[in-house]
Nanobody, 120 residues
């Protein structure tokens, strides 16, 4: 069973920091782009950040300069360091991975989500 497992969510005061992790496990040959998305109550899921296998990054305007995405290819893990958190960052955060299994099949993997709550 190939899966993504997120961790690191929680409750933090505005201005604080959190670090999310997302680890892929199972029969995976390689992982290309890895992304973080988030979904606030009554909102659509929105893109937060992307990192390529080579380390190139892209961010949503709303988090640029505050969030940093990184990855450890050896561990099939992606991270999201979130600093200067704001109340509007409150959401369920999901990781996503474009992976390939050993038979060459493309996989679009999603984590179960981790809740981040910012108190003002």
């Amino acid at each position: 069973q190939v899966q993504l497992v997120e961790s690191g969510g929680g409750l933090v005061q505005a201005g604080g920091s959190l670090r999310l992790s997302c680890a892929a496990s199972g029969s995976i040959y390689s992982i290309n782009n890895m992304r973080w998305y988030r979904q606030a109550p009554w909102n659509q899921r929105e893109f937060v950040a992307l990192i390529s296998r080579g380390g190139s990054t892209n961010y949503a305007t709303s988090v640029k300069g505050r969030f940093t995405i990184s990855r450890d290819n050896a561990k099939n893990t992606v991270y999201l360091q979130m600093n200067s958190l704001k109340a509007e960052d409150t959401a369920v955060y999901y990781c996503n991975a474009a992976a390939v299994n050993p038979t060459g099949r493309n996989l679009d993997l999603w984590g179960q989500g981790t809740l981040v709550t910012i108190s003002s």
